[in-house]
């Protein structure tokens, strides 16, 4: 059982990890969120649910274990950081990085939806990330989104271990989840070369060389 207890609650930091990545890579760094942006990757759940396993006979674990697990039956002491969810969380890394080095190299011109600043307050940044990738913010995007959804959707978390994937709805939610997901990968790939044509036209020949340069546009060697 101690044995047992010490694997659920290693749990805990890869979850305290993941949400706060979740934090960085959807709150845009220099506004405030839109109430679509707030949403989080729920860590309490999870972490409530580690902590009820570790002491099943508490009352208020026995609680939280009633509300969280799915009344057919689920095995909340087998939470545990598995290779997927460790995998989930190694992308969710890189994806951070990779968003938080977009952000201090654009600065203030960084923003969620595409725009420019006034004539002659916008520049063209080549710097840091941008020296590798044109796009280096989106590449964050989607190494988050592929690895959160490990993180969610694969054995050892909440969602399988509590039980819930017997839920038909559940079963609902997780494939609205996949498909949404692939949805706005499929927008961010999209919007690339649109991001790519307007700082064109905006900046000319500055832009053909850092293209010319830099080939890639979200991963090097690949696309």
Same mark, same amino acid.
């Given at each position: 059982?101690?044995?047992? &207890?010490? @694997?659920?609650?290693?749990?805990?930091?890869? *979850?305290?990890?993941? +949400?706060?990545?979740?934090?960085?890579?959807? /709150? $845009?760094?220099?506004s405030e969120p839109n109430a679509e942006e707030r949403a989080r990757y729920d860590a309490f759940v999870e972490i409530a649910?580690?902590?009820? &396993?570790? @002491?099943?006979?508490?009352?208020?674990?026995? *609680?939280?274990?009633? +509300?969280?697990?799915?009344?057919?039956?689920? /095995? $909340?002491?087998?939470?545990?950081?598995t290779p997927p969810a460790a995998i989930g969380a190694a992308l969710v890394a890189i994806g951070t990085v990779l968003r938080l080095t977009s952000y201090s190299a654009l600065g203030p011109l960084f923003t969620f939806e595409l725009s420019l600043k006034p004539a002659g307050k916008h520049k063209l940044v080549t710097t840091g990330p941008y020296a590798y990738v044109r796009h280096p913010s989106y590449a964050g995007a989607i190494f988050f989104a592929v690895g959160i959804t490990l993180c969610l959707f694969s054995p050892?978390?909440?969602?399988?271990?509590?039980?819930?994937?017997?839920?038909?709805f559940i079963k609902w939610v997780t494939a609205l989840w996949i498909v949404t997901s692939a949805v706005v990968t499929g927008m961010v790939v999209r919007r690339a070369p649109l991001e790519d044509k307007?700082?064109?036209?905006?900046?000319?020949?500055?832009?053909?060389?850092?293209?010319?340069?830099?080939?890639?546009?979200?991963?090097?060697?690949?696309w």
């Amino acid at each position: 059982m101690d044995v047992i &207890a010490s @694997t659920t609650l290693r749990r805990v930091p890869l *979850t305290m990890f993941v +949400a706060q990545c979740s934090h960085v890579c959807t /709150t $845009p760094p220099f506004s405030e969120p839109n109430a679509e942006e707030r949403a989080r990757y729920d860590a309490f759940v999870e972490i409530a649910l580690a902590f009820a &396993a570790h @002491t099943p006979s508490h009352p208020t674990s026995r *609680t939280v274990l009633h +509300a969280l697990v799915f009344p057919s039956g689920g /095995t $909340p002491g087998a939470l545990r950081v598995t290779p997927p969810a460790a995998i989930g969380a190694a992308l969710v890394a890189i994806g951070t990085v990779l968003r938080l080095t977009s952000y201090s190299a654009l600065g203030p011109l960084f923003t969620f939806e595409l725009s420019l600043k006034p004539a002659g307050k916008h520049k063209l940044v080549t710097t840091g990330p941008y020296a590798y990738v044109r796009h280096p913010s989106y590449a964050g995007a989607i190494f988050f989104a592929v690895g959160i959804t490990l993180c969610l959707f694969s054995p050892g978390g909440w969602i399988v271990e509590g039980g819930w994937l017997q839920s038909p709805f559940i079963k609902w939610v997780t494939a609205l989840w996949i498909v949404t997901s692939a949805v706005v990968t499929g927008m961010v790939v999209r919007r690339a070369p649109l991001e790519d044509k307007v700082l064109k036209e905006e900046f000319g020949e500055a832009w053909s060389h850092w293209a010319t340069r830099v080939r890639w546009r979200i991963i090097p060697g690949f696309w």
